[in-house]
């Protein structure tokens, strides 16, 4: 998961988007049965919430940019390719505008 977004229309680290290391163009959710992500402001609120594809956030909430800071991240997630393995990671996602 990367741990930091410039929502700045660059091009270049705009968005949220779960990626495996190397293999950057891989889309990280066909490898995937079933997965929930969920952003988090400092006070809790849910900011973005997808179980759908695309599973990219914007660094938007309602339609705003959201202000520079650290935001928590939700994952949990299981794929049965190759046995069955299950997760869920807690971390923060540091957003810069």
Sequence with gaps: MPNVITPDNTGNNDRFLPFVPGHEDTN???MMDTYHIQVYNRWG???FENDGMPVQWDGR???DLV???SYIVSVSYEATCGGTQTG????TL???R
Excluded: C, K, P, Y
């Excluded at 869920?88 to 971390?91: A, E």
């Design 28 to 30: 990280v959710l066909t």
């Design 45 to 47: 609120d849910v900011l």
């Design 61 to 63: 909430a309602n339609g």
């Design 67 to 69: 202000d520079s800071g």
């Design 88 to 91: 869920d990671l807690r971390t």
């Design 94 to 96: 540091e957003v810069i």
